[in-house]
T-cell receptor, first 114, second 113 residues
Framework: EAQVTQNPRYLITVTGKKLTVTCSQN?????MSWYRQDPGLGLRQIYY???????DKGDVPEGYKVSRKEKRNFPLILESPSPNQTSLYFC?????????????FGPGTRLLVL | DAKTTQPPSMDCAEGRAANLPCNHS???????VYWYRQIHSQGPQYIIH???NNETNEMASLIITEDRKSSTLILPHATLRDTAVYYC??????????????FGQGTTLQVKP
C-alpha cells in the first residue's frame, strides 16, 4: 500500500531534550516536505526537499533541522525543543514535475513540549 | 499563487450531493485548482485537481467555470465519513518553487444523517 508513515504519532518531551520525528514514504517520490499545523494558523511549511541531499527552508524553519540521505526518509530534528514547538506535524511527499501539487500526507505527529 | 475564498461551513444531508464552491478570481493561466480535505486532525488527503476542463475521479468531480475564476467540488453521494474540512488550493503544477501547498481556512462540511 502506498503510504507515508511517521513515528512517533504522539510525543511528550521536555524543553531542551533533542528529538527526531521520522518520516518514510514507499512511493519512490523525489519531493518531501514537513508542515506544522496550529489552531488559527493553518498548515505552515517548515522544510522541504526536492531530492536526496537537497533540502531548503520553508516558511518557519527556526528551531528545526532536516536531512535527506536516502530517497524514502526525511527526518525532522528538533535539537533543543521549546514549548512554542508544541504542534501537530505532518510529513508529505510527491513526485516532482507536473504532479508536485499532488501530495500524500502522513498521519501526523502530535508533539507536546513542556 | 492565487488566493482562494471558500465559505467557512456547509451542511449536507447524507446520501445527497455536496457542492463546495471556491472563488479564485486572480488565478493565472498556468495555475491548477487542487482540492484536499482533512478529516479531524488526520493528514490532509488529496482529492482531485484540474486546469480548465471538468475532472472526475472515484472520489469527486471538479467543475471549473469557463473563465476559471471559480470552481465547485462535488461529492455525489455524501456519507458521514465525508465530514471534514475541505481546502481549495490554487498553484502551479510543476516544481521549481518550494512545492508548498497554501492551505487557507477551508470549508467545514458537516454531513448529517
Amino acid at each position: 500500500e502506498a503510504q507515508v508513515t511517521q513515528n512517533p504519532r504522539y510525543l511528550i518531551t521536555v524543553t531542551g531534550k533533542k528529538l527526531t520525528v521520522t518520516c518514510s514514504q514507499n512511493m519512490n517520490h523525489e519531493y518531501m516536505s514537513w508542515y506544522r499545523q496550529d489552531p488559527g494558523l493553518g498548515l505552515r511549511q517548515i522544510y522541504y526537499s526536492m531530492n536526496v541531499e537537497v533540502t531548503d527552508k520553508g516558511d518557519v524553519p527556526e528551531g528545526y533541522k532536516v536531512s535527506r540521505k536516502e530517497k524514502r526518509n526525511f527526518p525532522l530534528i528538533l535539537e533543543s525543543p521549546s514549548p512554542n514547538q508544541t504542534s501537530l506535524y505532518f510529513c508529505a511527499s510527491s513526485p516532482r514535475g507536473r504532479e508536485v501539487g499532488t501530495q500524500y500526507f502522513g498521519p501526523g505527529t502530535r508533539l507536546l513540549v513542556l | 499563487d492565487a488566493k482562494t475564498t471558500q465559505p467557512p461551513s456547509m451542511d449536507c444531508a447524507e446520501g445527497r450531493a455536496a457542492n463546495l464552491p471556491c472563488n479564485h478570481s486572480t488565478i493565472s493561466g498556468n495555475e491548477y485548482v487542487y482540492w484536499y480535505r482533512q478529516i479531524h486532525s488526520q493528514g490532509p488527503q488529496y482529492i482531485i485537481h484540474g486546469l480548465k476542463n471538468n475532472e472526475t475521479n472515484e472520489m469527486a468531480s471538479l467543475i471549473i467555470t469557463e473563465d476559471r475564476k471559480s470552481s465547485t467540488l462535488i461529492l455525489p453521494h455524501a456519507t458521514l465519513r465525508d465530514t471534514a474540512v475541505y481546502y481549495c488550493i490554487v498553484r502551479v503544477a510543476r516544481s521549481g518553487n518550494t512545492g508548498k501547498l497554501i492551505f487557507g481556512q477551508g470549508t467545514t462540511l458537516q454531513v448529517k444523517p
